[in-house]
Protein backbone atom coordinates (compact mmCIF):
# COMPACT_ATOMS: atom_id res chain seq x y z
CA UNK A 1 0.00 0.00 0.00
CA UNK A 2 1.47 3.48 -0.77
CA UNK A 3 2.29 5.50 2.32
CA UNK A 4 -0.16 8.40 1.01
CA UNK A 5 -2.61 5.77 0.62
CA UNK A 6 -1.65 4.10 4.22
CA UNK A 7 -1.22 7.61 6.10
CA UNK A 8 -5.01 8.68 5.28
CA UNK A 9 -6.32 5.32 6.30
CA UNK A 10 -4.91 5.80 9.48
CA UNK A 11 -6.06 9.06 9.78
CA UNK A 12 -9.44 7.74 8.86
CA UNK A 13 -9.28 5.20 11.71
CA UNK A 14 -7.59 7.84 14.15
CA UNK A 15 -11.04 10.23 13.57
CA UNK A 16 -13.21 6.82 13.54
CA UNK A 17 -12.00 6.18 17.17
CA UNK A 18 -12.57 9.71 18.73
CA UNK A 19 -16.51 9.44 19.02
CA UNK A 20 -15.91 5.90 20.01
CA UNK A 21 -13.50 7.41 22.90
CA UNK A 22 -15.39 10.20 24.00
CA UNK A 23 -18.92 7.53 24.18
CA UNK A 24 -16.69 5.33 26.54
CA UNK A 25 -16.98 8.46 28.93
CA UNK A 26 -20.46 9.24 28.83
CA UNK A 27 -22.58 7.80 31.10
CA UNK A 28 -25.43 5.31 30.63
CA UNK A 29 -29.00 6.53 30.27
CA UNK A 30 -31.54 6.23 32.34
CA UNK A 31 -35.16 5.60 31.77
CA UNK A 32 -37.02 8.16 30.50
CA UNK A 33 -33.84 9.90 29.11
CA UNK A 34 -32.74 10.65 32.44
CA UNK A 35 -28.85 11.03 32.96
CA UNK A 36 -27.09 8.91 35.69
CA UNK A 37 -24.74 11.01 37.63
CA UNK A 38 -21.34 11.07 37.26
CA UNK A 39 -19.49 9.57 40.38
CA UNK A 40 -18.66 12.06 43.20
CA UNK A 41 -14.50 12.49 43.36
CA UNK A 42 -14.82 13.99 46.62
CA UNK A 43 -16.94 14.02 50.22
CA UNK A 44 -18.69 10.79 50.84
CA UNK A 45 -21.24 8.33 48.98
CA UNK A 46 -24.46 9.27 48.03
CA UNK A 47 -25.75 6.17 50.64
CA UNK A 48 -23.74 8.05 53.46
CA UNK A 49 -25.33 11.32 53.22
CA UNK A 50 -28.37 10.27 53.50
CA UNK A 51 -27.46 9.71 57.27
CA UNK A 52 -27.22 12.00 60.12
CA UNK A 53 -24.04 10.41 60.96
CA UNK A 54 -22.08 11.20 57.41
CA UNK A 55 -23.18 15.10 58.32
CA UNK A 56 -22.26 15.28 61.84
CA UNK A 57 -18.66 14.08 61.34
CA UNK A 58 -18.51 16.19 58.27
CA UNK A 59 -19.34 19.53 60.98
CA UNK A 60 -16.87 18.44 63.73
CA UNK A 61 -13.95 18.33 60.84
CA UNK A 62 -15.09 21.49 59.69
CA UNK A 63 -14.81 23.53 62.70
CA UNK A 64 -11.77 22.00 63.59
CA UNK A 65 -10.10 23.14 60.80
CA UNK A 66 -11.51 26.62 61.21
CA UNK A 67 -10.61 26.41 64.43
CA UNK A 68 -6.82 25.53 63.06
CA UNK A 69 -6.95 28.02 59.83
CA UNK A 70 -7.68 31.08 62.43
CA UNK A 71 -5.78 30.07 65.87
CA UNK A 72 -2.50 32.46 64.40
CA UNK A 73 -4.66 35.12 63.62
CA UNK A 74 -7.59 35.67 65.83
CA UNK A 75 -7.87 35.65 69.40
CA UNK A 76 -11.25 35.49 70.71
CA UNK A 77 -11.98 33.40 74.28
CA UNK A 78 -15.23 34.95 74.57
CA UNK A 79 -17.94 32.38 75.26
CA UNK A 80 -22.07 33.62 73.56
CA UNK A 81 -24.30 33.81 76.23
CA UNK A 82 -26.76 34.51 73.73
CA UNK A 83 -27.46 33.47 70.45
CA UNK A 84 -29.69 35.18 67.91
CA UNK A 85 -29.75 33.21 64.33
CA UNK A 86 -31.59 35.75 61.92
CA UNK A 87 -33.11 34.03 58.58
CA UNK A 88 -33.94 35.73 55.49
CA UNK A 89 -36.02 33.28 53.66
CA UNK A 90 -35.21 33.37 50.15
CA UNK A 91 -32.70 36.44 50.45
CA UNK A 92 -30.68 36.10 47.43
CA UNK A 93 -27.86 38.42 47.56
CA UNK A 94 -29.70 39.96 44.27
CA UNK A 95 -32.28 40.73 46.55
CA UNK A 96 -29.58 42.58 49.31
CA UNK A 97 -28.51 44.83 46.66
CA UNK A 98 -31.99 45.93 45.31
CA UNK A 99 -33.21 46.63 48.57
CA UNK A 100 -29.75 48.59 50.20
CA UNK A 101 -31.41 50.93 47.07
CA UNK A 102 -34.80 50.78 47.38
CA UNK A 103 -34.09 51.43 51.10
CA UNK A 104 -31.99 54.53 49.97
CA UNK A 105 -34.28 55.52 47.52
CA UNK A 106 -37.20 55.77 49.97
CA UNK A 107 -34.86 58.18 52.45
CA UNK A 108 -34.62 60.26 48.86
CA UNK A 109 -31.12 59.40 48.28
CA UNK A 110 -29.60 58.06 44.82
CA UNK A 111 -29.98 54.82 47.04
CA UNK A 112 -26.73 52.48 45.59
CA UNK A 113 -24.22 54.42 48.41
CA UNK A 114 -27.20 52.77 51.29
CA UNK A 115 -26.03 51.11 54.30
CA UNK A 116 -27.93 47.84 55.58
CA UNK A 117 -27.70 47.12 59.11
CA UNK A 118 -25.55 43.23 58.17
CA UNK A 119 -23.16 45.74 56.61
CA UNK A 120 -21.70 46.51 60.27
CA UNK A 121 -21.17 43.09 60.65
CA UNK A 122 -17.24 42.42 60.71
CA UNK A 123 -17.47 38.61 59.27
CA UNK A 124 -19.21 37.66 56.40
CA UNK A 125 -19.31 34.40 54.01
CA UNK A 126 -21.08 32.41 51.66
CA UNK A 127 -22.87 28.71 52.18
CA UNK A 128 -23.86 26.08 50.00
CA UNK A 129 -27.65 25.15 49.87
CA UNK A 130 -28.05 22.17 48.45
CA UNK A 131 -29.86 19.23 50.28
CA UNK A 132 -29.19 15.58 49.77
CA UNK A 133 -31.68 15.24 46.37
CA UNK A 134 -31.68 18.58 45.05
CA UNK A 135 -29.40 21.43 43.54
CA UNK A 136 -31.46 23.97 44.39
CA UNK A 137 -33.03 23.12 47.23
CA UNK A 138 -36.50 23.80 50.04
CA UNK A 139 -36.62 25.77 52.80
CA UNK A 140 -37.49 22.04 54.43
CA UNK A 141 -33.96 20.78 53.98
CA UNK A 142 -32.21 24.01 54.48
CA UNK A 143 -33.82 24.40 58.05
CA UNK A 144 -32.39 20.82 59.06
CA UNK A 145 -29.81 22.14 58.15
CA UNK A 146 -28.66 25.25 59.28
CA UNK A 147 -30.94 24.53 62.72
CA UNK A 148 -29.99 20.76 62.95
CA UNK A 149 -26.29 20.31 61.37
CA UNK A 150 -27.73 17.52 59.09
CA UNK A 151 -28.43 17.80 55.77
CA UNK A 152 -31.36 15.74 54.31
CA UNK A 153 -34.01 15.71 51.17
CA UNK A 154 -36.42 18.21 50.53
CA UNK A 155 -39.65 18.17 52.13
CA UNK A 156 -38.40 16.87 55.44
CA UNK A 157 -38.04 18.75 58.82
CA UNK A 158 -35.54 17.60 61.63
CA UNK A 159 -34.96 13.72 60.34
CA UNK A 160 -32.18 12.71 58.25
CA UNK A 161 -32.96 11.01 54.75
CA UNK A 162 -33.19 8.36 56.31
CA UNK A 163 -35.31 9.25 58.85
CA UNK A 164 -33.29 10.21 62.01
CA UNK A 165 -34.30 12.46 64.44
CA UNK A 166 -32.52 15.39 64.58
CA UNK A 167 -32.35 17.52 67.24
CA UNK A 168 -31.96 21.60 66.38
CA UNK A 169 -30.23 24.17 68.20
CA UNK A 170 -33.07 24.88 70.22
CA UNK A 171 -32.80 21.56 71.78
CA UNK A 172 -29.35 22.23 72.34
CA UNK A 173 -29.99 25.32 73.79
CA UNK A 174 -32.68 23.77 76.36
CA UNK A 175 -30.21 21.09 77.31
CA UNK A 176 -27.52 23.79 77.97
CA UNK A 177 -29.93 25.60 80.53
CA UNK A 178 -30.84 28.72 78.20
CA UNK A 179 -34.51 29.91 77.38
CA UNK A 180 -35.45 29.51 73.87
CA UNK A 181 -37.92 31.14 71.67
CA UNK A 182 -39.16 31.92 67.99
CA UNK A 183 -40.38 34.81 66.00
CA UNK A 184 -41.47 34.61 61.84
CA UNK A 185 -43.52 36.52 60.03
CA UNK A 186 -45.23 33.25 58.31
CA UNK A 187 -47.24 30.18 59.94
CA UNK A 188 -45.17 29.01 63.06
CA UNK A 189 -45.78 25.80 61.55
CA UNK A 190 -44.35 26.68 58.57
CA UNK A 191 -41.14 24.52 57.25
CA UNK A 192 -38.54 27.08 58.49
CA UNK A 193 -39.41 27.49 61.98
CA UNK A 194 -40.50 23.83 62.16
CA UNK A 195 -36.94 22.92 62.21
CA UNK A 196 -36.70 24.68 65.53
CA UNK A 197 -38.47 21.90 67.07
CA UNK A 198 -40.31 19.36 65.02
CA UNK A 199 -39.48 16.33 63.30
CA UNK A 200 -41.77 15.15 60.70
CA UNK A 201 -40.84 13.60 57.04
CA UNK A 202 -43.52 16.12 55.08
CA UNK A 203 -43.29 19.50 55.52
CA UNK A 204 -47.06 19.76 54.82
CA UNK A 205 -48.09 17.81 57.69
CA UNK A 206 -48.80 21.16 59.53
CA UNK A 207 -51.03 19.69 62.09
CA UNK A 208 -48.60 17.77 63.65
CA UNK A 209 -46.10 19.77 63.56
CA UNK A 210 -48.55 22.25 65.60
CA UNK A 211 -48.97 19.54 68.12
CA UNK A 212 -45.30 18.45 68.23
CA UNK A 213 -45.05 22.51 69.03
CA UNK A 214 -47.23 22.40 72.28
CA UNK A 215 -46.64 19.04 73.49
CA UNK A 216 -42.94 18.00 72.88
CA UNK A 217 -39.45 19.02 73.29
CA UNK A 218 -38.07 22.01 72.64
CA UNK A 219 -41.02 23.30 71.52
CA UNK A 220 -43.04 23.13 74.87
CA UNK A 221 -40.56 24.77 76.61
CA UNK A 222 -40.05 27.90 74.05
CA UNK A 223 -40.71 31.23 76.14
CA UNK A 224 -41.44 32.96 73.23
CA UNK A 225 -43.67 31.63 70.01
CA UNK A 226 -44.41 34.90 67.70
CA UNK A 227 -45.89 34.71 63.94
CA UNK A 228 -48.71 33.83 62.17
CA UNK A 229 -50.47 30.21 61.65
CA UNK A 230 -53.51 29.91 64.82
CA UNK A 231 -55.35 27.76 62.04
CA UNK A 232 -53.37 25.08 62.63
CA UNK A 233 -53.91 24.85 66.30
CA UNK A 234 -57.83 24.74 66.08
CA UNK A 235 -59.94 25.69 63.47
CA UNK A 236 -58.29 23.65 60.73
CA UNK A 237 -57.47 20.34 63.16
CA UNK A 238 -58.93 17.17 63.16
CA UNK A 239 -58.25 15.97 66.29
CA UNK A 240 -60.82 17.54 68.06
CA UNK A 241 -57.98 19.54 70.11
CA UNK A 242 -57.70 23.09 71.24
CA UNK A 243 -53.73 23.52 70.89
CA UNK A 244 -53.91 27.12 72.03
CA UNK A 245 -56.23 26.08 75.03
CA UNK A 246 -53.66 23.22 75.78
CA UNK A 247 -50.70 25.20 75.52
CA UNK A 248 -52.44 27.83 78.31
CA UNK A 249 -52.99 25.13 80.76
CA UNK A 250 -49.47 23.72 80.36
CA UNK A 251 -48.13 27.74 81.37
CA UNK A 252 -50.75 28.79 83.68
CA UNK A 253 -48.61 32.28 84.03
CA UNK A 254 -48.84 32.45 80.33
CA UNK A 255 -49.94 35.42 78.02
CA UNK A 256 -51.53 35.09 74.45
CA UNK A 257 -51.66 37.94 72.21
CA UNK A 258 -53.93 38.58 69.04
CA UNK A 259 -52.86 42.35 68.22
CA UNK A 260 -50.15 44.29 68.24
CA UNK A 261 -52.23 45.97 71.43
CA UNK A 262 -52.03 42.15 73.12
CA UNK A 263 -48.75 42.00 72.22
CA UNK A 264 -47.82 45.28 74.34
CA UNK A 265 -49.98 44.35 77.11
CA UNK A 266 -47.66 40.59 77.57
CA UNK A 267 -45.01 42.59 78.20
CA UNK A 268 -45.88 43.62 81.45
CA UNK A 269 -46.49 39.88 82.09
CA UNK A 270 -44.06 37.33 83.53
CA UNK A 271 -45.02 33.74 82.10
CA UNK A 272 -44.17 32.58 78.40
CA UNK A 273 -45.60 34.47 75.57
CA UNK A 274 -47.75 32.82 72.45
CA UNK A 275 -48.32 35.42 69.82
CA UNK A 276 -50.61 34.05 66.54
CA UNK A 277 -51.87 37.41 64.94
CA UNK A 278 -53.15 35.80 61.76
CA UNK A 279 -55.00 32.43 60.83
CA UNK A 280 -52.24 31.55 58.32
CA UNK A 281 -49.11 33.77 57.15
CA UNK A 282 -49.10 37.45 58.41
CA UNK A 283 -49.61 39.72 56.23
CA UNK A 284 -47.29 41.51 54.13
CA UNK A 285 -46.37 44.36 55.64
CA UNK A 286 -47.65 46.52 52.50
CA UNK A 287 -50.89 45.08 53.02
CA UNK A 288 -50.89 44.63 56.98
CA UNK A 289 -53.78 46.44 59.11
CA UNK A 290 -52.67 48.74 62.08
CA UNK A 291 -52.90 45.85 64.53
CA UNK A 292 -50.26 43.81 63.21
CA UNK A 293 -46.84 43.80 64.79
CA UNK A 294 -44.21 44.36 62.72
CA UNK A 295 -41.24 41.94 62.70
CA UNK A 296 -38.82 44.81 64.69
CA UNK A 297 -41.47 45.16 67.47
CA UNK A 298 -41.81 41.39 68.05
CA UNK A 299 -38.02 40.97 67.88
CA UNK A 300 -38.12 43.69 70.44
CA UNK A 301 -40.42 41.77 72.60
CA UNK A 302 -38.72 38.34 72.25
CA UNK A 303 -35.10 39.57 73.08
CA UNK A 304 -36.61 41.72 76.00
CA UNK A 305 -38.29 38.77 77.37
CA UNK A 306 -35.44 36.10 76.66
CA UNK A 307 -33.02 38.55 78.08
CA UNK A 308 -34.74 38.06 81.60
CA UNK A 309 -33.27 34.62 81.49
CA UNK A 310 -29.93 35.09 83.67
CA UNK A 311 -28.44 32.20 82.00
CA UNK A 312 -28.73 33.19 78.55
CA UNK A 313 -30.80 32.28 75.15
CA UNK A 314 -31.17 31.43 71.58
CA UNK A 315 -34.27 32.44 69.47
CA UNK A 316 -34.61 31.95 65.77
CA UNK A 317 -36.42 34.62 63.80
CA UNK A 318 -37.25 35.06 60.32
CA UNK A 319 -38.32 37.12 57.98
CA UNK A 320 -40.37 34.64 55.65
CA UNK A 321 -42.37 36.71 53.79
CA UNK A 322 -39.30 37.75 51.37
CA UNK A 323 -39.97 34.42 49.93
CA UNK A 324 -43.22 34.77 49.33
CA UNK A 325 -42.67 37.98 47.69
CA UNK A 326 -40.22 36.11 45.31
CA UNK A 327 -42.43 33.10 44.42
CA UNK A 328 -45.28 35.55 43.33
CA UNK A 329 -42.55 37.64 41.53
CA UNK A 330 -43.75 40.55 42.56
CA UNK A 331 -40.21 42.01 43.52
CA UNK A 332 -41.68 45.67 45.55
CA UNK A 333 -43.13 43.23 48.24
CA UNK A 334 -39.98 41.26 48.63
CA UNK A 335 -37.78 43.90 48.86
CA UNK A 336 -39.74 45.83 51.59
CA UNK A 337 -39.98 42.43 53.50
CA UNK A 338 -36.60 42.39 53.16
CA UNK A 339 -36.14 46.08 55.15
CA UNK A 340 -38.68 45.08 57.53
CA UNK A 341 -36.41 42.34 57.99
CA UNK A 342 -33.41 44.79 58.25
CA UNK A 343 -35.23 46.96 60.55
CA UNK A 344 -35.69 43.68 62.77
CA UNK A 345 -31.90 43.02 62.71
CA UNK A 346 -30.98 47.13 63.85
CA UNK A 347 -33.35 46.41 66.49
CA UNK A 348 -31.43 42.81 67.69
CA UNK A 349 -28.03 45.03 67.08
CA UNK A 350 -29.50 48.00 69.35
CA UNK A 351 -30.61 45.24 72.46
CA UNK A 352 -27.99 43.24 72.63
CA UNK A 353 -23.89 43.75 73.49
CA UNK A 354 -21.74 42.05 70.67
CA UNK A 355 -19.43 40.89 73.74
CA UNK A 356 -21.99 38.80 75.11
CA UNK A 357 -24.61 37.68 72.28
CA UNK A 358 -23.67 36.42 68.75
CA UNK A 359 -25.96 36.92 65.77
CA UNK A 360 -25.67 35.60 62.77
CA UNK A 361 -28.00 36.37 59.19
CA UNK A 362 -28.08 34.03 56.65
CA UNK A 363 -30.46 32.80 53.70
CA UNK A 364 -31.83 28.73 53.16
CA UNK A 365 -31.67 29.53 49.89
CA UNK A 366 -32.00 32.08 46.52
CA UNK A 367 -34.30 33.11 44.06
CA UNK A 368 -34.24 33.85 40.46
CA UNK A 369 -34.26 37.42 40.65
CA UNK A 370 -31.43 39.65 38.63
CA UNK A 371 -30.40 43.32 38.63
CA UNK A 372 -29.16 43.70 34.53
CA UNK A 373 -28.34 46.46 32.34
CA UNK A 374 -26.68 49.69 32.16
CA UNK A 375 -28.98 51.80 34.38
CA UNK A 376 -28.02 55.25 35.31
CA UNK A 377 -27.30 55.88 38.83
CA UNK A 378 -30.66 56.54 40.79
CA UNK A 379 -32.74 54.65 38.34
CA UNK A 380 -35.79 53.66 40.11
CA UNK A 381 -34.99 50.65 41.37
CA UNK A 382 -38.26 49.09 40.52
CA UNK A 383 -38.21 50.92 37.31
CA UNK A 384 -36.59 51.16 34.70
CA UNK A 385 -33.55 53.78 32.70
CA UNK A 386 -35.24 54.10 29.63
CA UNK A 387 -31.94 54.28 27.58
CA UNK A 388 -32.27 50.72 28.22
CA UNK A 389 -33.33 48.42 25.33
CA UNK A 390 -32.69 45.12 23.93
CA UNK A 391 -32.08 44.92 20.12
CA UNK A 392 -35.78 45.33 18.81
CA UNK A 393 -35.45 48.64 20.99
CA UNK A 394 -37.67 47.84 23.65
CA UNK A 395 -37.17 48.77 26.93
CA UNK A 396 -36.67 46.48 29.85
CA UNK A 397 -36.59 46.80 33.81
CA UNK A 398 -33.72 46.68 35.63
CA UNK A 399 -35.04 43.80 37.79
CA UNK A 400 -36.05 40.52 36.34
CA UNK A 401 -36.58 36.75 37.15
CA UNK A 402 -35.92 33.99 34.92
CA UNK A 403 -39.06 32.10 35.89
CA UNK A 404 -42.20 33.49 36.62
CA UNK A 405 -46.11 34.40 35.92
CA UNK A 406 -45.52 37.28 33.76
CA UNK A 407 -43.52 37.87 30.82
CA UNK A 408 -44.27 41.39 29.67
CA UNK A 409 -45.97 40.23 26.51
CA UNK A 410 -48.92 41.77 24.13
CA UNK A 411 -51.44 39.96 22.46
CA UNK A 412 -48.77 39.24 19.63
CA UNK A 413 -46.94 37.00 21.89
CA UNK A 414 -44.23 40.31 21.54
CA UNK A 415 -42.38 41.30 24.12
CA UNK A 416 -43.46 45.00 24.94
CA UNK A 417 -41.93 47.45 27.62
CA UNK A 418 -43.04 47.04 31.37
CA UNK A 419 -43.30 50.25 32.23
CA UNK A 420 -46.92 51.45 32.09
CA UNK A 421 -47.36 48.64 34.22
CA UNK A 422 -44.39 48.52 36.84
CA UNK A 423 -45.72 49.59 40.50
CA UNK A 424 -44.46 48.67 43.88
CA UNK A 425 -46.86 45.99 44.20
CA UNK A 426 -47.03 44.89 40.46
CA UNK A 427 -45.92 41.64 38.66
CA UNK A 428 -42.43 41.63 37.48
CA UNK A 429 -40.90 40.27 34.57
CA UNK A 430 -39.64 37.14 34.17
CA UNK A 431 -38.15 35.31 30.63
CA UNK A 432 -39.79 32.01 31.03
CA UNK A 433 -43.44 31.54 31.77
CA UNK A 434 -43.89 29.05 35.10
CA UNK A 435 -47.08 29.02 37.48
CA UNK A 436 -44.93 30.85 40.01
CA UNK A 437 -41.08 31.90 40.65
CA UNK A 438 -38.66 29.07 41.60
CA UNK A 439 -35.90 28.72 43.68
CA UNK A 440 -32.53 28.94 42.76
CA UNK A 441 -28.80 26.99 43.74
CA UNK A 442 -26.32 29.62 43.90
CA UNK A 443 -24.04 30.26 47.38
CA UNK A 444 -26.02 32.53 49.98
CA UNK A 445 -24.49 34.88 52.57
CA UNK A 446 -23.48 34.92 56.01
CA UNK A 447 -23.23 37.73 58.45
CA UNK A 448 -21.83 37.12 61.78
CA UNK A 449 -20.77 39.67 64.82
CA UNK A 450 -20.33 38.91 68.56
CA UNK A 451 -18.31 36.08 70.01
CA UNK A 452 -16.57 33.54 67.68
CA UNK A 453 -18.17 35.22 64.75
CA UNK A 454 -14.34 35.31 62.92
CA UNK A 455 -15.56 31.45 62.37
CA UNK A 456 -17.82 32.13 60.01
CA UNK A 457 -16.20 33.41 57.05
CA UNK A 458 -15.15 32.20 53.65
CA UNK A 459 -17.20 29.38 52.18
CA UNK A 460 -18.94 26.59 54.04
CA UNK A 461 -21.33 23.56 54.20
CA UNK A 462 -25.15 25.11 55.39
CA UNK A 463 -25.04 22.66 58.10
CA UNK A 464 -22.14 23.23 59.60
CA UNK A 465 -23.67 26.86 60.80
CA UNK A 466 -25.48 25.28 64.02
CA UNK A 467 -22.03 23.59 64.97
CA UNK A 468 -20.03 26.88 64.84
CA UNK A 469 -23.14 28.27 66.90
CA UNK A 470 -22.77 25.80 69.28
CA UNK A 471 -19.31 25.45 69.48
CA UNK A 472 -19.35 29.31 70.33
CA UNK A 473 -22.13 29.41 73.28
CA UNK A 474 -20.28 26.03 74.80
CA UNK A 475 -23.68 24.34 73.85
CA UNK A 476 -24.51 20.56 74.96
CA UNK A 477 -25.51 19.66 71.24
CA UNK A 478 -25.79 15.68 72.51
CA UNK A 479 -23.29 14.64 69.79
CA UNK A 480 -20.30 13.26 72.17
CA UNK A 481 -17.13 13.67 69.42
CA UNK A 482 -18.50 16.81 69.05
CA UNK A 483 -18.55 17.48 72.81
CA UNK A 484 -14.65 16.34 73.25
CA UNK A 485 -13.56 18.73 70.26
CA UNK A 486 -15.55 21.59 71.68
CA UNK A 487 -13.97 21.45 75.24
CA UNK A 488 -10.82 20.86 73.95
CA UNK A 489 -11.02 23.99 71.94
CA UNK A 490 -12.42 26.18 74.27
CA UNK A 491 -10.39 25.15 77.30
Known amino acids: MPPQTLGQLLSLLVLLGLPMAFCANVPPLLKHGREEPTPRST ?140 VTTTRVTDASPAAAYAHVPRRSDELEIARQLVDEEPGRHFKVILGGGFGKFGLERRDG ?44 HLAAHKEQPRLSEMTAVAIERLSEHPDGYFVFIEGGRIDHGHHETRVGYALDEMLEFDAAIEMALRLTDPKETLIVVTADHSHTLTMSGYAKRGTPILGMDDLQRDV ?48 SGEDVAVFAIGPQSHLFGGIMEQNLLPHLMGYAAGLDSGDTAFEVQRKVDTS
Open 43 to 182: GGSAVEELTASYWLKQARDQVAARLDRTQDTVTDGRRAKNIIMMLGDGLSITTLTAARILKGQRQGRSGEETKLAVEEFPYSGLCKTYCTNEQAPDSACTATAYLGGVKTSSGIVGQSATGEKVDSLSMWAHRSGKATGL
Open 392 to 439: NGIQYSTLNYAIGKWQSQGKNGQRESPGKTLSQTSFTPSYINGRKGVH
Open 241 to 284: RDLVQNWQSAHPESCLARSLSELRGCVSSNGSMLGLFSDSHMAY
